[in-house]
C-alpha cells in the first residue's frame, strides 16, 4: 500500500484522538459516582422494603392493641356490673353471694392480665413506630445522597460529552485527509490492538516498543518514502519522521 507520507503522519494526529477518546470512554464507564450509586440504589431499595415491613409490623400491633383494649373494656364492664349486684345487697343467697364475690376475683384477674397485654402491644407498638420513624429519616437522607450522586455523575457525562464531541469533530476533519485504503488499514489494525498507527522513533516502534532488528530497519530504509510500512512485531502501521532514527 502506498500513500503520501503527509497523509501517513496525519495517523498519528488521528491515534492521539483515538486515544482520548478510548480514555474518556473508560472514564465514563469508571465514574465513581457510579459505584457510589449503585450502592445507595441498593441500600434505598433495602430501606424500602424495611420500611414496609415494619409498617406492616405497627399496623398488625395497632389492632392487636384495639382487639385487647376492647377485651379490657368488656371485662371491666362485667366487673362493673357485678360489684353493683354486689353492693346493692340484690343477692342474698350464701351460695350466690359466694358464687359472684369469686366471678369479680376472677374477672379483676382477667382485667390486670388483658391490661399488662395491652402495655406489652403499646410498647412493641411504640418500638415498631420508632423504627418506622428512623427508617423513614434513613431514606430521606439516602436519598439526599443519590440525588447528589446522580448530579455529579450527570455533570461528568456532560463534560465527558463535550470533550467527546470536540475530539470526535477533530477526528473527523483528519479522517477526510487519509485516503480510504489507509484509513481501512488504520482501523482494522485499531480494532485488533486499540492503537491504529505508531510512530517510528529512534529505531523503535512506540506502539509496543520493541526496538526494531537491523534488517527491518534497513527494509523500511529501502522503502519508498510513500510506502507503508508496519511493525513485524505488532503489525501495526509505522509512521517515519525525521525521529525515526533511519
Request: glycine content about 6%; charged content about 35%; proline content about 2%.
Amino acid at each position: 500500500m502506498k500513500a503520501a507520507p503527509e497523509a501517513q503522519k496525519r495517523l498519528l494526529d488521528l491515534a492521539e484522538l483515538d486515544t482520548g477518546l478510548d480514555r474518556l470512554r473508560h472514564r465514563r464507564r469508571s465514574l465513581p459516582e457510579l459505584a457510589e450509586i449503585d450502592e445507595l440504589s441498593k441500600r434505598l431499595a433495602q430501606v424500602s422494603t424495611q420500611i414496609i415491613a415494619a409498617e406492616t409490623e405497627a399496623g398488625d400491633l395497632a389492632r392487636d392493641q384495639a382487639k385487647a383494649e376492647s377485651d379490657v373494656d368488656a371485662v371491666r364492664v362485667r366487673v362493673e356490673r357485678d360489684q353493683k349486684r354486689l353492693d346493692s345487697g340484690q343477692v342474698s343467697s350464701p351460695k350466690d353471694l359466694a358464687s359472684l364475690q369469686s366471678e369479680l376475683v376472677s374477672l379483676r384477674r382477667r382485667q390486670s392480665d388483658l391490661e399488662e397485654v395491652v402495655l406489652e402491644i403499646m410498647e412493641r407498638r411504640e418500638a415498631a413506630d420508632a423504627r418506622v420513624t428512623t427508617l423513614k429519616a434513613e431514606r430521606e437522607e439516602v436519598t439526599g445522597t443519590l440525588r447528589a450522586a446522580e448530579d455529579r455523575r450527570d455533570a461528568a457525562f456532560a463534560q465527558i460529552d463535550k470533550e467527546s464531541g470536540e475530539l470526535t469533530s477533530g477526528r473527523s476533519a483528519i479522517t477526510a485527509d487519509v485516503p480510504a485504503d489507509l484509513l481501512g488499514l488504520y482501523e482494522k489494525m485499531r480494532e485488533q490492538s486499540g492503537v491504529g498507527a505508531a510512530m517510528l522513533h529512534g529505531g523503535r516502534c512506540l506502539g509496543c516498543r520493541t526496538s526494531l532488528s537491523i534488517a527491518d530497519l534497513n527494509r523500511i530504509r529501502a522503502a519508498a518514502h510513500d510506502e507503508v510500512v508496519r511493525c513485524e512485531e505488532c503489525r501495526r502501521i509505522l509512521v517515519r519522521t525525521a525521529e525515526s532514527g533511519l
